[in-house]
């Protein structure tokens, strides 16, 4: 907030990172790691550190292009500013079917994992607890 009680709008090159590197892990974030540790085991937790290095050029890389090209169209903004309306368009609309298609997906797979949890079928526990 400014000193006058408003709110301003500001996002640092951090502040967008961690917004990127959230919406990244996004609902893989309930299922992943106990898939993770069934197979990999203790050094599942040294895969995931790794990924998060790995995923901090790209995050703030995006952060970068946000704050210099402030706009709500994101990546479909950045490719047509880049290379004219006809990719920026196509790149916005393939998104956006991508998003439709997959977001229930995966909020059916966060879903099935939580019931199949909370109601205790068999021997079967969380997929994040690391049972086998």
């Not at 439709?100 to 939580?114: E, F």
């Amino acid at each position: 907030m400014s000193t006058d009680g408003r709110l301003t709008r500001a996002l640092s090159t951090r502040d967008l990172a961690v917004y990127y590197l959230s919406s990244l892990v996004g609902v893989g974030v309930l299922v992943v790691p106990g898939i993770a540790l069934s197979k990999a085991g203790p050094a599942s937790l040294l895969a995931w550190v790794i990924l998060s290095v790995a995923s901090l050029p790209i995050a703030v890389t995006f952060a970068r292009f946000s704050a210099r090209y402030p706009s709500a169209g994101g990546v479909s903004f950045l490719v047509r500013q880049a290379f004219g309306w006809r990719p920026g368009t196509a790149i916005g609309l393939f998104l956006l079917f991508l998003n439709l298609s997959t977001n229930p997906i995966l909020g059916l797979a966060a879903a099935a994992t939580w019931s199949r949890c909370s109601a205790g079928r068999g021997r079967r526990r969380c997929s994040w607890a690391g049972s086998r």
